[in-house]
């Protein structure tokens, strides 16, 4: 059944989300949703950014009917969450954007009780959210912008069991990558699975590691954002160097070959 939903979003197409940089919003969403919080968007232009199919697919794949799921941002993932789990919980402040994926459902015939909205922004709402059941699957898709997906990662943490699965969308953009970098590291996660844009993720053990000398992450060399950087200015280093070793007349006979 809900395998024919991810037919029919992708024949309809059906747009859930306020869109970026229009004469009605001229800033980007998770702007508009950092500074407004909960808001009703009726009626301003609406676009879809969904999530690709293939993780569609692979969710349905792994959430089972008693499975309580989670996820930051809204759309054609709550779909198949709503549809496919006993209890979903979506947290976004687009209440327009909830509003309309709960109509979607309930015009396929679903009757959306085991759909529940934060409306909120992530960094506030996961906050303040307590469960008093374990979350299985859980999705990270909601605002990319730093620190966004490292915050919605450690508040989401504390609901995830060994064995619960996390997904971490758009992982080409760096504010993404670096909590994908980070889990992949973290011995109470374990990457399993690798979907286009999409990284998956197990947990391994209850434990955080805490103690910043006891991360893994700190016991490695900085490879983040610095590495072309540095690894062209050190290039640039040992050529100037090498070049000062060198007498002039083979310096410029050199320059001659170029
Ligand atoms: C890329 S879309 C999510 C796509 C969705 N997973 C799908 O399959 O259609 C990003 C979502 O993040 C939501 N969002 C923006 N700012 C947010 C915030 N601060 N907290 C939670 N969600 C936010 C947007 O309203 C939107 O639903």
Not at 6 to 31: G, N
Not at 81 to 97: Q, W
Request: charge should be positive.
């Amino acid at each position: 059944m809900s395998s024919n939903l991810i037919e029919l979003l992708a024949t309809e197409k059906p747009q859930f989300h306020l869109k970026s940089l229009t004469d009605e919003v001229p800033m980007y969403v998770e702007d508009f949703f950092f500074r407004k919080r909960k808001t009703d968007t009726k009626g301003l232009p609406r676009t879809s950014y969904e999530i690709d199919k293939n993780v569609l697919n692979y969710i349905l794949s792994i959430v089972k009917s008693d499975f309580l799921t989670l996820e930051t941002g809204c759309g054609y993932s709550t779909i198949i969450f709503a549809a496919s789990s006993r209890k979903h919980i979506c947290v976004n402040p687009d209440t327009t954007s909830n509003q309309l994926v709960k109509d979607w459902l309930q015009n396929k015939g679903y009757l959306c009780n085991s759909l529940h909205f934060v409306e909120d922004s992530s960094d506030r709402g996961l906050a303040t959210l307590t469960l008093s059941e374990p979350v299985h699957v859980a999705l990270i898709d909601g605002n990319h912008c730093f620190p966004f997906p490292i915050i919605d990662w450690h508040f989401i943490d504390r609901f995830l069991r060994v064995g619960s699965k996390l997904l971490v969308d758009d992982t080409q953009i760096n504010s993404v990558k670096i909590l994908s970098d980070f889990l992949s590291t973290e011995p109470s996660y374990k990457k399993i699975k690798q979907i286009g844009r999409c990284d998956v993720f197990e947990k391994t053990s209850d434990i955080r590691v805490m103690g910043w000398s006891s991360q893994e992450i700190n016991k490695r060399t900085w490879r983040g954002f610095s590495e072309q950087k540095t690894s062209t200015h050190s290039k640039q280093f040992f050529i100037s160097q090498v070049k000062k070793l060198l007498p002039t007349f083979l310096v410029n006979y050199i320059k001659k070959l170029k």
